[in-house]
């Protein structure tokens, strides 16, 4: 029993960290969208984004990031990280930039919010089938 609780406290932090990681810097490109950082602004138009929506895409960025730190909305939050970070996939791939990261970071959305959610882990049981 005593290693059933240092597991959970372990994938507990590691989760938490993982996502305080990603919380990070999504609140950091969000932000630099939304105040019109230059080098955000140049970024985001190189991949064909039109400069007066850049600014809305933090906002969404923002709002979903809100929504995935909130143990309660994690797993909304993350959905909706997913799909932001499938469009940036697409775009990506659409103007023949390496693609990898935006994939990477989206595992990692969901490695966060699966080690500190144990309602997911019982929804998405990873353990051998016996």
Same mark, same amino acid.
């Given at each position: 029993?005593?290693?059933?609780?240092?597991?959970?406290? =372990?994938?507990?932090?590691?989760? /938490?960290?993982?996502?305080?990681? *990603?919380?990070?810097?999504?609140?950091?490109?969000? =932000?630099?969208?939304?105040?019109?950082?230059?080098?955000?602004?140049?970024?985001?138009?190189?991949?064909?984004?039109?400069?007066?929506?850049?600014?809305?895409?933090?906002?969404?960025?923002?709002? *979903?990031?809100?929504?995935?730190?909130?143990? /309660?909305?994690?797993?909304?939050?993350a959905?909706?990280?997913? =799909?932001?970070?499938?469009?940036?996939?697409?775009?990506?791939v659409?103007?023949?930039?390496?693609?990898?990261?935006?994939?990477?970071?989206?595992?990692?959305?969901?490695?966060?919010?699966?080690? /500190?959610?144990?309602?997911? /882990?019982?929804?998405?049981?990873?353990?051998?089938v016996?």
């Open positions: 029993m005593e290693t059933e609780k240092t597991n959970s406290k =372990g994938m507990l932090w590691t989760g /938490r960290i993982i996502t305080a990681l *990603c919380v990070l810097f999504l609140i950091v490109d969000g =932000g630099m969208k939304v105040v019109k950082a230059i080098p955000s602004m140049e970024g985001t138009v190189q991949l064909g984004w039109p400069e007066n929506l850049v600014q809305g895409a933090g906002l969404i960025l923002l709002s *979903c990031t809100v929504l995935y730190m909130i143990p /309660r909305t994690a797993i909304l939050g959905i909706l990280l997913t =799909g932001y970070l499938g469009g940036a996939t697409a775009i990506m659409r103007t023949n930039t390496p693609y990898l990261f935006p994939i990477i970071f989206g595992v990692f959305v969901w490695v966060g919010v699966f080690l /500190r959610n144990e309602k997911l /882990r019982r929804l998405i049981p990873l353990n051998k016996e």
